[in-house]
């Protein structure tokens, strides 16, 4: 019927083959009804419900058509904004770091205040304070989150998604040391089903090959941010939005495995991509890397 509406330019043609369309199946269905007048009355209930059900259909792709349309809109509003504070640099960020904890399990050789993380207070703010002022920052064009661990907050997802929601980052990224496997899962999976559009990175920190990781940064490290990073690329194949980085950490302990390496990392986790840091001192005058 619709399609016969759209491609027919007298509109008489549709109605008469919806009409026929009765007809017919008022003759194929009167062994059920045993008379034409029951099985007529059958058959236009079946067309009324067979119409509204197509309405329906109709309605319903028009409506998620106007929402995809706006959501583009407002994304590209939310750019253009953000290329408005490049330009005009009127003070508010395109970009925000913020420290969601201090905790972390690892101690690794190269961080640059682990004589801090043993201490009570593991500085936290809470979800609404971290959210708050991402949305008066906002929007942002890129949204990072730093530690200590990140995944070892409980309420981490609802940061993420919190910001998400009020700050509208085109990018969400963090680094991780892979050690939470389960945490790490379960709260990507979380974010991933409330995450309808823009990137969440999750870079794992692997400084080298499995003797070389542990050393740096603790026994069973590298075992460990294996399988989190096998559990995570599992993940990024039913959520293309999550994207699973490796970041490495170029110091003492490993500069002279560069550049064989990277491309070992890269041929044993197939990453998304991979970044390097260069190792620095909290002092302007610490000891070069020999």
Request: aromatic share 14%; glycine share 6%; charged share 20%.
């Amino acid at each position: 019927f619709f399609l016969s509406f759209i491609f027919f330019e007298n509109k008489i043609v549709p109605f008469i083959l919806y009409t026929s369309g009765i007809l017919v199946n008022t003759i194929l269905t009167k062994k059920i009804f045993m008379e034409y007048k029951t099985a007529l009355y059958g058959s236009l209930i079946i067309s009324i419900i067979s119409l509204c059900s197509y309405l329906s259909a109709l309605l319903s792709v028009l409506i998620l058509g106007i929402n995809l349309f706006f959501n583009y809109l407002v994304r590209l509003k939310d750019l253009f904004i953000c290329f408005l504070k490049v330009l005009f640099k009127y003070g508010k960020p395109i970009q925000l770091i913020q420290y969601v904890t201090a905790r972390c399990n690892l101690r690794c050789e190269h961080c640059f205040y682990k004589e801090t993380l043993d201490k009570p207070d593991p500085g936290e703010l809470s979800p609404e304070i971290l959210i708050n002022v991402a949305k008066k920052s906002g929007p942002l064009l890129w949204y990072s989150l730093a530690g200590g661990e990140p995944f070892i907050r409980k309420d981490f997802s609802d940061i993420v998604l919190g910001v998400k929601k009020e700050a509208k980052p085109a990018v969400i990224s963090l680094p991780s040391n892979g050690w939470y496997t389960e945490k790490t899962y379960l709260s990507c999976l979380k974010i991933m089903q409330n995450y309808y559009n823009g990137l969440f990175v999750v870079f794992i920190s692997i400084d080298g090959p499995e003797e070389i990781h542990d050393r740096i940064r603790g026994k069973n490290s590298f075992q460990k941010l294996r399988e989190t990073f096998k559990i995570l690329k599992k993940l990024s194949k039913l959520y293309e939005k999550l994207h699973v980085n490796i970041v490495i950490t170029v110091q003492d302990y490993n500069c002279k495995l560069f550049p064989g390496t990277i491309f070992d990392l890269y041929k044993e986790f197939s990453p998304t991509s991979m970044s390097i840091n260069l190792f620095r001192y909290q002092e302007l005058n610490g000891p070069k890397i020999k």
